[in-house]
């Protein structure tokens, strides 16, 4: 993992990532092969993401007589999805982090304008006391992020305890985000070159959601 600038956490590349990444950018990968390599990078983003979460020393004994001095999580985390392609990251969250609650705030892009817009958000009550993984595959001019920071942010949740977790993002959108949030955490697995004039992500992967719901 390398700290790019302060906050912002890009994983570390590899030819095992950039062939995980491969798949997923080929247009001619199937659904099902696309479902699992995105979930493959989504586990590698989201272990990552935990280690930025505090912890408390623990010291355990191990079978063979010996004491550990290990860490373990302090708790107080929930996950937030942006609906509705970061449905498609909460599989892998919660398969990392058992019965863990889970809000969304539902944020559509406009076709046309890429303006975003609100529409629903439903969060865990104590969200102000919990740290919030907040999960979405693609960011691309960071306007719906800062449209989901603002409504965690209106609902109590600090800047410096929210975690986004994310696979694709561009140089616009980071810079955006970081101006406005400096304090907001972003972890990604690939920062590509730009935008389109439609403002899609080059290179990219396309459309994540209807490459993951099959709805392209
Ligand atoms: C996508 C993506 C982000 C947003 C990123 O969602 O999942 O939420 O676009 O673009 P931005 O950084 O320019 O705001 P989209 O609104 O296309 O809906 P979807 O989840 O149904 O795919
Ligand atoms: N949403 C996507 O799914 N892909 C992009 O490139 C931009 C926004």
């Known amino acids: 993992m390398k700290t790019m600038r302060k906050n912002i956490h890009l ?3 590899n030819t095992q990532l950039k062939a995980l990444y491969t798949m997923i950018r080929d247009k001619e990968t199937k659904r099902d092969d696309f479902v699992f390599f995105s979930e493959r990078i ?13 912890v408390v020393p623990k010291t ?9 001095k290990g860490v373990v999580f302090k708790g107080g985390v929930c996950a937030v999805s942006v609906v509705r392609a970061g449905e498609a990251m909460e599989k892998v969250v919660r398969d990392v982090c058992p019965n863990i609650r889970l809000g969304k705030i539902l944020i559509q892009r406009d076709e046309h304008t890429a303006e975003p817009k609100l529409f629903y958000a439903k969060l865990p009550q104590d969200i102000s006391k919990r740290y919030v993984l907040l999960i979405d595959p693609m960011m691309a001019t960071g306007g719906s992020l800062c449209m989901a920071i603002d409504t965690l942010k209106k609902h109590g949740v ?17 810079n955006k985000v970081a101006k406005r949030f400096p304090k907001v955490h972003i972890v990604t697995g690939a920062i590509d070159k730009t935008l389109n004039s439609k403002a899609f992500i080059m290179p990219g ?9 099959g709805t392209n």
């Open 11 to 13: 994983l570390k590349d």
């Open 42 to 54: 989504i586990r590698l983003l989201v272990e990552y993401a935990l280690s930025l979460l505090p």
């Open 60 to 68: 355990v004994k191990t079978p063979a007589g010996a004491t550990y």
């Open 158 to 174: 600090k800047d410096d305890k929210i975690i986004f977790i994310n696979l694709i993002t561009c140089p616009q959108g980071i």
């Open 205 to 213: 992967l396309g459309d994540f959601g209807d490459r993951y719901f």
